[in-house]
């Protein structure tokens, strides 16, 4: 049954067919509901909008994503936290007693860290000077802390000693024993610099004369702090101060990607990565008059040394062909997303 509709309705409706009647037909199964069907005449758009229903196979879709994000987050939690309790605690410490008697205490704690940082199977990367420079250098090496992976690192930096913080030997307690037993790891108290420094001191110098266990390198963060992404801290000045006065040669020698294979702050443990040293030489504070001078200089080369191995890790990451999950986890969080 057809309903007629004012003159200026039908305009408004339809205006390219001037004031023609413009019916509405009730639809015999929807009479009920009273939804109208407009019929217009041939070549003009109807202009009554529609109703748009919500697909329930979007919905479902976007649950299903969630679902699987929180599944593979969790995934990659308990991977985390099994590589550190075994390779870093349980199982690094009972191979460490093992072994220890038969080769050596230095030895055997070097052999174990190795064999933490090779089940990452990272790609080793090293640019700048012949890495067996290093194997006979006497001093303070310094490179760049991302991670706890930096304490697995000796056999890159010419096997020396670690210095490494209180809390650091707390959080891997296991761990530090064998490498306090095994005269690899100087412990002291951050912002506690005053009291502890000449202590610290003592212990750097009498490390480097050969020391117990034959250690003439040690192998320093002078950040201070862990940095798990890109980037740099501004370099304390307690640990080269004691360079300048002792007068211990610096050997400069940043890595980068140690926080894309294991990291901390994402919790993550990813395989199959570059690992870039920068083995860029050494600067003696013999050569200084002033120690702001000695310095600046390590500060400044240490940063330009650093900024040569994040662009090489750059292109190395390149040339894998998939993507960095742990970079790319970091940058969303940090985004927000």
Known sequence: MPIGLSPALSDALSPSVGRATVQIWLDPRLTRKLLPVAELPSGTMSTLGSTRLKSPTASTMRTTVHILRKLRRAKDVVEFW?????????????????ISPVIGAKR?????????????????????????VIKAFDGIVLSTHKTFLDFTTTFLFGEGAYIGRRLAAAIMPMGSIGRKWSGMFIIFRRGNFKKEGSNLTSSIVKMLQGG????????????????????????????????????????????????????????????????????AGT???????????????????????????????????????????????????????
């Open 108 to 132: 055997g704690i070097v052999s174990r860290l190795t064999w933490i940082f090779n089940h990452t199977r990272a790609k080793v990367i090293t640019i700048g000077e012949d890495p067996a």
């Open 212 to 279: 117990p266990r034959g250690n003439t390198r040690v192998l320093v963060f002078p950040e201070g702090h862990r940095l798990p992404r890109r980037g740099l801290l501004r370099l304390r000045t307690g640990m080269i101060r004691i360079c300048f006065d002792h007068k211990i040669p610096v050997y400069l020698a940043p890595s980068e990607g140690g926080e894309y294979i294991l990291n901390e702050a994402a919790m993550m443990v990813q395989k199959d990565m570059p690992y870039v040293v920068n083995y």
């Open 82 to 98: 099994s590589f550190f309790t075994w390779y870093f605690e349980l199982g690094g410490f009972f191979s460490t007693v093992a």
């Open 283 to 337: 600067v003696d504070p013999a050569d200084y008059q002033t120690w702001e001078d000695f310095y600046e200089e390590v500060s400044s080369r240490f940063s330009a040394a650093y900024d040569a191995a994040c662009r090489k890790y750059d292109e190395a990451e390149a040339d894998l062909g998939r993507p960095n999950r742990i970079r790319q986890y970091l940058e969303d969080k940090s985004s927000g997303l």
